[in-house]
């Protein structure tokens, strides 16, 4: 069930793949840093001191100093990047690919000339009679006892003054108890059932993307992912711990599997995803960590054209077949759908909120999520409010359980939808597959029976949030 890498074993080739981007982060981005002439001037008077500067492992290190191109790129050097070294050196690229080859810059010039270096000889069909493999189906089962083991999903708004809520004490007051209270099963839960990671499935609030960029798809590979400034100061929580060899090995899995996905190694995280993790782990300080990694899978729902439910459907079911392929150590892997629910923010239908509908929405998600993914873009904007658009993500999580590959329906173990928080329509609903089902009882918790709906406060207890 592993990868298709089948390119490992072409002679003498290294590809460049999310793995190898993954191991050679800080080598390729030393690289780049010498594009600006007041750095290359720098590296060249003393390599040793500005090489201190980059978080380069001994070999990578070495390597640089050696001006040893081959042991870069096993280090996960990318020849692009690594060519910002051999120019600050006067190198040109016939004398950087000469001397990976053992080759002088003349012989490797006279190979050139007289035709380049033939392929006989020096390609894995030629050496064990390798075929490219048969295009199939993409899998609908699984391997019994996979390493990864999604267990549950998890559901729920994440809206920014709820953050503000926790982080000026207010959950207490009148207005905020009430969307509190609705999670204590959960926080109850997320202690005995907690993951080793979460994807965590949210859409970035123009925090980290701008104007300048707007990418459909983005899966965080770094290691940490600092908490960002969106105007008031950043959140006082801990920055994110992120799992980039698992991120690594999705987003192998996930390409191959016909999803168009942006890496992205170092980005901020804004209230889409720190929100959520403090609503399931509580009040946690900047110098404290989160309990759990997380890797961030962020979708575009700010600038249309939007992907559809289907489409965020169907990447679901493609990160659960890379979960499946994991080969490394066991894991306990949830996946969070954030955003929403009914809502807007813009325009002279500003605060629109529709009860009726994310109800409806909720009753899809749990019992018919194949044909929620027929609702079109139209639905969500006319019945939900612009930013309701936001619940598509939702069925990326869901799209990864069992029964949506002829297994076992999950079990609902806890549903929570309260008017409102701010300016928006909180829902939450935490679905667990079959190994991952649980125990606890929400009279355990002392909160509303799932399926309840807590509606608007009374207008009295509106001006508590008014400061959030």
């Given amino acids: 069930m592993a990868l298709d890498k089948p390119y490992k074993n072409v002679p003498g080739t290294t590809i460049y793949d999310a793995e190898q981007a993954r191991k050679g982060y800080h080598l390729n981005q030393f690289a780049m840093s010498l594009m600006k002439p007041e750095n290359r001037v720098r590296f060249l008077a003393d390599q040793a001191a500005y090489l201190d500067e980059w978080p380069l492992n001994p070999r990578q290190r070495q390597a640089v100093l050696d001006m040893d191109m081959n042991t870069m790129i096993d280090e ?4 692009y990047f690594l060519a910002k ?7 040109s690229f016939q004398q950087m690919a000469g001397s990976m080859t053992g080759m002088s810059e003349a012989a490797y010039r006279d190979m050139m000339v007289g035709g380049g270096r033939r392929p006989e000889g020096n390609r894995l069909k030629d050496l064990d009679g390798w075929t490219p493999p048969a295009p199939g189906e993409k899998a609908d089962t699984f391997r019994p006892n996979a390493p990864a083991k999604y267990t549950s999903a998890l559901f729920t708004s994440h809206v920014p003054a709820i953050g503000a809520a926790m982080d000026l004490g207010k959950t207490e007051e009148p207005y905020w108890k009430k969307v509190f209270d609705g999670y204590q099963w959960t926080r109850k ?3 005995e059932q907690k993951p080793d990671v979460v994807i965590l499935v949210y859409n970035d609030h123009a925090t980290a993307f701008d104007a300048s960029i707007i990418p459909t798809f983005v899966l965080g590979t770094g290691a940490d992912y600092p908490v960002a400034d969106e ?8 920055a994110v711990k992120g799992y980039p060899e698992l991120a690594a090995h999705i987003a192998q899995s996930v390409i191959q599997d016909d999803f168009d996905l ?7 995280v804004d209230h889409g995803l720190t929100v959520p993790l403090s ?5 946690i300080g900047p110098d404290e960590q989160w309990p759990v990694k997380v890797i961030p899978l962020a979708v575009n729902v700010v600038q249309y054209p939007v992907p559809s439910g289907r489409r965020c459907y169907e990447l679901g079911r493609a990160l659960r077949r890379a979960l499946d392929k994991w080969d490394g150590e066991e894991l306990n892997v949830q996946i969070w759908g954030t955003g929403g629910m009914s809502h807007q923010l813009q325009g002279p239908r500003a605060g629109l909120i529709n009860e009726e509908w994310d109800n409806a929405f909720l009753d899809h998600l749990i019992e018919d999520p194949l044909g929620l993914t027929e609702w079109q873009h139209m639905e969500y ?3 939900a409010g612009s930013e309701g658009i936001e619940l598509v993500d939702w069925l ?24 409102p928080a701010s300016n928006t329509a909180v829902g939450h609903l935490v679905l667990s597959n079959p190994v991952g089902k649980t125990t606890i009882a929400d009279d355990e918790a002392g909160v509303a029976e799932p399926a309840e709906s807590v509606l608007a406060p009374e207008p009295a207890e509106t001006a508590a949030v008014a400061n959030a």
């Fill in 396 to 419: 990326i999580a869901r799209g990864a359980m069992d029964d949506q590959f002829g297994g076992e329906a999950p079990e609902m173990n806890h549903r929570f939808y309260h008017v």
């Fill in 381 to 383: 904007v006319d019945e």
């Fill in 279 to 283: 609503l399931v782990f509580g009040e």
């Fill in 85 to 91: 070294i051999g120019a600050t050196h006067g190198m």
């Fill in 76 to 79: 996960g050097g990318n020849i």
């Fill in 262 to 268: 942006t890496l992205v190694n170092e980005m901020v």
């Fill in 189 to 191: 839960w997320a202690k």
């Fill in 231 to 238: 105007g008031y100061g950043p959140r006082p929580v801990p």
